[in-house]
């Protein structure tokens, strides 16, 4: 099942690779300030407007947050928010983070999230190095495999 999980994650990654031309051109993802998983106050799903840090593909909507805010060098909680195209929390995906830097490779780095509910999941990262990182959020539910990748830039 991991095995399979992670040759799926592969086939992808080579597959992205192969139509991203010019990655390097990519503009990194600004990480919005972190929003607790009991703070309910600023959820960018209820007013159905992405925030910062918000992507789409197909009809999911993912958002992703740090804490530290930027992310820093070290420790860190990386949490992403998963909805539906109507801003409905996914609450019963498995979500993954595939982080890497983007300007060198410190090889392949995988941590299984947390369910927090309501569509939140949470995982403790460590940033090796301040500088252009990317975290691939994989999203598996009903037997499918969606990834959403950010860009962003950890700090001392
Ligand atoms: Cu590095």
Known sequence: MTNKLILTLMALLLASCGMMSTPSVEQPTPIPTFASADSTAQDPAA??????????????LVWIFSDPNPPSRGDNTLEALVTDS??????????????????????????????????????????????????IVGIERAGQLTTVRFDFMVAW
């Open 47 to 60: 007013n159905q407007v992405p925030a910062l840090g918000g992507k789409q593909s197909g009809d999911l």
């Open 86 to 135: 109507n801003g409905q929390p996914i609450t019963d995906a498995t979500i993954s983070f595939d982080i890497d830097m983007t300007n060198m490779s410190h090889g392949r780095n995988v941590t299984a999230a947390s369910s927090l509910g309501e569509g939140r999941y949470s995982a403790e990262i460590h940033f090796l190095m301040p500088g252009p990182w990317r975290v």
